[in-house]
T-cell receptor
Framework: AQKVTQAQTEISVVEKEDVTLDCVYE???????LFWYKQPPSGELVFLIRRNSFDEQNEISGRYSWNFQKSTSSFNFTITASQVVDSAVYFC?????????FGTGTSLTVIP | DVKVTQSSRYLVKRTGEKVFLECVQDMDHENMFWYRQDPGLGLRLIYFSYDVKMKEKGDIPEGYSVSREKKERFSLILESASTNQTSMYLC?????????????FGEGSRLTVL
């Protein structure tokens, strides 16, 4: 069965702190994709990154970085020097077959 | 700018009413999805479609139906709304194999059933 677990329901950090959002997934597929999405207070989910199962290289995009480790079935997301605009709900997702499987989301609040 | 547009941001309906939620995308995507978002439950897939007139059940199809008569439009239908269908409904589309391309989401439709 496909499953995504985001154990952190809510996180609060003070501006400029670094924060890591955890994502653990389960799948029996050998080929799959992992995603992160951001849902700001306005409500529309925004795509952040996609990773396929054969590419374990970590990725950095500005203040955002992602650590994909197949050995631990994890795809963690780190925000460096957090800002108030990073306050949102973040979803990790796994694709398998024709479907996407989402975690329950982590609500991040960055306090000024 | 690419876009997924949902017809209504907020709806209030009464129990037993028939409800239509419309979704239109302008990206010529093959795949379209309807999700339901509830606090603590994340996003749950109701139905998806990978081609015109094709539909597949997701995880929670009970009480819902869908229609895809044109490539750009995917409608979610609640035949007889119930209070437990009060939720945020999200439409999304993607290209390529249904599980490979990233999803583009609409702004959501918040439905309240009284």
């Amino acid at each position: 069965a496909q499953k995504v677990t985001q154990a952190q329901t809510e996180i609060s950090v003070v501006e400029k702190e670094d924060v890591t959002l955890d994502c653990v997934y389960e799948t029996r597929d050998t080929t799959y994709y992992l995603f992160w999405y951001k849902q700001p207070p306005s409500g529309e989910l925004v795509f952040l990154i996609r990773r396929n199962s054969f590419d374990e290289q970590n990725e950095i995009s500005g203040r955002y970085s992602w650590n994909f480790q197949k050995s631990t079935s994890s795809f963690n997301f780190t925000i460096t020097a957090s800002q108030v605009v990073d306050s949102a709900v973040y979803f990790c997702a796994l694709s398998g077959g024709n479907q996407f499987y989402f975690g329950t989301g982590t609500s991040l609040t960055v306090i000024p | 700018d690419v876009k997924v547009t949902q017809s209504s941001r907020y709806l209030v309906k009464r129990t037993g009413e028939k409800v239509f939620l419309e979704c239109v995308q302008d990206m010529d995507h093959e795949n379209m999805f309807w999700y339901r978002q509830d606090p603590g439950l994340g996003l749950r897939l109701i139905y998806f479609s990978y081609d015109v007139k094709m539909k597949e059940k997701g995880d929670i199809p009970e009480g819902y139906s869908v229609s895809r008569e044109k490539k750009e439009r995917f409608s979610l239908i609640l035949e007889s709304a119930s209070t437990n269908q009060t939720s945020m409904y999200l439409c999304a589309s993607s290209s390529g194999g249904a599980g490979t391309g990233e999803l583009f989401f609409g702004e959501g439709s918040r439905l309240t059933v009284l």
